[in-house]
């Protein structure tokens, strides 16, 4: 019998923490969105309609990229204290490729790395 291949990410819009839980100690892995303050700031004074379309296509890449990650896991918790979990959730299910994977989401605060880590290793210690 093989191992479940277990995966916490906590994530915001900007940036997800990607921590394996097979892995002792947790190691974290970080994915940062391209759409930052500062291409808000420069899109926003040239084109309200440009900067919707810019972050609309730069979520999409961010969302793409923790995608090609879940995928090769069984078990994933998306934590986090914004509604980015909740839309890349949505956008993962749309997709077949998922199906198979057991994907759970949860509230979350800002979180220290330590306790990121905690929050795994308590959310997996109980399946």
């Not at 997800?16 to 808000?40: C, G, Q, R, Y």
């Not at 890349?88 to 330590?114: G, P, Y």
């Not at 795994?120 to 399946?127: I, M, P, Q, Y």
Request: glycine residues 4%.
């Amino acid at each position: 019998m093989t191992t479940a291949k277990q995966i916490g990410i906590w994530m915001d819009h900007s940036i997800a923490n990607i921590m394996e839980f097979n892995l002792d100690p947790i190691v974290t892995t970080t994915i940062e969105s391209k759409f930052t303050h500062e291409v808000k700031s420069e899109s926003f004074g040239k084109s309200e309609n440009l900067m919707h379309n810019k972050e609309q296509h730069q979520q999409s890449e961010y969302y793409r990229k923790l995608g090609e990650i879940i995928k090769n896991y069984d078990n994933v918790i998306l934590f986090g204290p914004t509604d980015a979990k909740v839309e890349l959730f949505n956008t993962l299910r749309k997709d077949h490729v998922f199906d198979k994977i057991n994907i759970d989401v949860k509230q979350a605060d800002k979180m220290t790395e330590n306790q990121q880590h905690a929050f795994v290793k308590e959310h997996f210690s109980k399946n």
